[in-house]
């Protein structure tokens, strides 16, 4: 068993990724080695459809430069948004309540060209964990580093179509499994959803499977318990990305008129359209993944966990993903800007090309930020404790956040300026040693993986296998 860190990376679902990729391409640039330190990858829908990619290639043996695999892995996606190109027959198949509006063969010979026909979960070096939504049972479904019952569809390709299959706008997939009980039933079908039904942030997943796993692996393959998944925590290194569809100012503004100020709001639907109805959807996916942020960084600190979600208008990626013909699209716009209520969507995305550029350049601006960032919290640091003081609203102007009641002391502030992506990913991520160092534990020993116990009493672990 090794007791190196093990550095996990988690992606969202949605539009998210396809801007996140290039900007992990940037820090690949900036930290060579970044990428290749991945042990787990986790993912939700388009956050899987890239997990998986980066776990494929890193597992490759003879892999390509980190640089290079990320590179290929947007144009991957390049791929996959040519392949959801809207075409008549799509529309009329939509309109008419008996399919989606994309096939998905195409899709799906994207998937088994990058990904490999018949690459299963197992023969991946890093680990990953990607979620779905098995409507067949009505829960939440975990694709990770181990499937043991057969029927499971461990194929990459198989876990990548369950993990992005958007009712309405993609296939359901569909698996055979094989029941226990064969007289009675002895074949069924469960039907995979997108995985943002089950959660659109895959951090507390990949952080339960990732426990589970370096647990399994101290025990040589031979069990684990929850005592010791408690005691691997202080090895996990967790960077989890996604993005702010939602600017906060914004958000308060509207609630302070519905809530604070009415106490109770009567709302109906057209209060929901007034209030940007299409967003609606966004807003409560929102919610889920910073319930999911906050919980996470509860158990792991900021010295062990990092949540990087830049603000991306959503709507504009959304419609950038319909990857209209470039005659249809020019004739769109040209209609809609004579509308004054549609008038906004003649300056979004609506080809290929035009969605390329424009997460391009969204990459661009986000990273121009972190360097900012970067730059104010290296300029802070070496500064005396007089002149900090007034530095501080500077840092506040490019996002890191400040006490209001003056300079913070030196520990709070530490924990306050990993607020910078660059930072954390410099002294923690890179990092082989913890930082801060771990106190002294006793050491654990193996112990019967049939101890009906289950965990560990209180106090101390046992230095002695227990009788």
């Known amino acids: 068993m090794s007791d190196s860190p093990m550095r996990v990376l988690s992606l ?4 998210g990724p396809l801007v996140l990729i290039r900007v992990l391409a940037k820090l690949e640039k900036r930290y060579p080695g970044f990428l290749a330190k991945t042990e787990m990858f986790a993912g939700t829908s388009s956050g899987a459809l890239m997990s998986l990619f980066l776990a494929k290639k890193l597992s490759e043996e003879q892999p390509l430069p980190t640089q290079k695999i ?3 892995c947007i144009t991957y996606t390049q791929e996959i948004l040519a392949s959801f190109q809207i075409k008549a027959g799509g529309v009329l198949r939509l309109a008419s309540g008996f399919g989606p509006l994309v096939d998905g063969e195409q899709f799906r010979e994207v998937l088994k060209k990058h990904l490999g026909k018949d690459t299963t979960l197992k023969q991946l070096k890093p680990k990953v964990s990607i979620l779905a939504f098995d409507a067949y049972r009505s829960v939440g479904k975990t694709f990770t580093w181990s499937q043991y019952l057969p029927g499971d569809p461990a194929n990459l390709v198989n876990v990548a179509q369950a993990s992005a299959s958007l009712p309405l706008f993609l296939p359901i997939y569909r698996e055979k499994l094989k029941s226990h009980a064969k007289k009675k039933n002895p074949e069924t079908h469960t039907s995979m959803l997108d995985g943002v039904a089950t959660n659109n942030n ?4 990949a952080l339960g499977d990732t426990l589970l796993h370096m647990s399994w692996d101290h025990y040589g393959g031979r069990g684990w318990d929850q005592a010791t998944n408690f005691r691997m925590i202080p090895r996990l290194k967790i960077l989890s990305l996604g993005i702010d569809p939602l600017r906060q100012n914004d958000a308060g503004e509207q609630l302070e008129g519905a809530v604070l100020k009415d106490r109770i709001a009567p709302w ?3 209060r929901l359209l007034a209030r940007r109805l299409p967003e609606f959807p966004i807003r409560l996916l929102q919610g889920q993944a910073d319930y999911t942020h906050r919980h996470t960084k509860t ?4 010295f062990k966990y990092q949540r990087f979600q830049p603000y991306v208008p959503p709507l504009e990626a959304l419609y950038g993903l319909l990857a209209l013909p470039p005659d249809v ?6 209609t809609l800007k004579h509308l004054p209520v549609a008038r906004r969507l003649a300056t979004v995305p609506l080809t290929l090309d035009e969605m390329n550029d424009w997460l391009d350049q969204r990459a661009n601006e986000i990273w121009a930020k972190e360097l900012e960032k970067y730059k104010a919290v290296e300029t802070f640091l070496g500064m005396n404790a007089s002149d900090r003081k007034q530095y501080l609203p500077d840092m506040k102007k490019v996002g890191i956040p400040v006490y209001p009641d003056g300079a913070p002391s030196e520990p709070n502030f530490n924990a306050e300026w990993w607020e910078s992506l660059l930072w954390w990913v410099e002294a923690v991520w890179m990092a082989e040693a913890e930082w801060p160092p ?3 534990q006793p050491p654990l020993k193996a112990r019967s993986v049939f101890d009906p116990r289950g965990v560990y009493p209180p106090g101390p672990a046992p230095t002695e296998e227990p009788a």
């Open 70 to 72: 990320l590179e290929e």
């Open 268 to 270: 109906g639907y057209w």
């Open 299 to 302: 158990i792991l600190g900021v």
């Open 202 to 205: 895959p951090t507390l997943a």
């Open 12 to 15: 969202d679902g949605g539009p």
């Open 329 to 334: 699209a020019q004739g769109l716009k040209k």
């Open 438 to 440: 771990p106190p002294p």
